[in-house]
């Protein structure tokens, strides 16, 4: 039984969107924002989902309780632009039930 989750993402011209995600095919955040189109071709997950480029770092806008930053997250964010305090790599966010409600905002392109 599948369960999707509703997640709300903010594009890098600002318009919101409110998308379905599935939970049950072991997507990333970054693959969500590639199927529905919400960033241009080669714009990002550029080293494919690899925590390697920074093309995919969103600003979490919800309360919604992620799992911990991994080294690899860290450390490409610590190079990257336009980071803040809650900045993250959609790479690294894998949709999972608990998840649903999620709301981001695509960091502008660097």
Do not use: W
Not at 78 to 102: M, W
């Amino acid at each position: 039984m599948t369960q999707d989750i509703t997640i709300k993402i903010i594009d890098r011209k600002g318009n919101a969107h409110k998308v379905l995600a599935p939970t049950d095919m072991a997507m990333n955040l970054m693959e969500v924002v590639r199927s529905y189109e919400l960033a241009p071709e080669g714009t990002i997950g550029v080293c494919g989902g690899m925590a390697m480029c920074a093309s995919c770092q969103c600003y979490v806008m919800s309360d919604t309780l992620l799992p911990e930053m991994q080294p690899d997250e860290e450390a490409m964010l610590s190079e990257a632009f336009y980071v803040k305090d809650n900045s993250r790599l959609g790479c690294q966010i894998h949709i999972t039930p608990e998840l649903d409600g999620l709301e981001v905002e695509l960091a502008p392109e660097s």
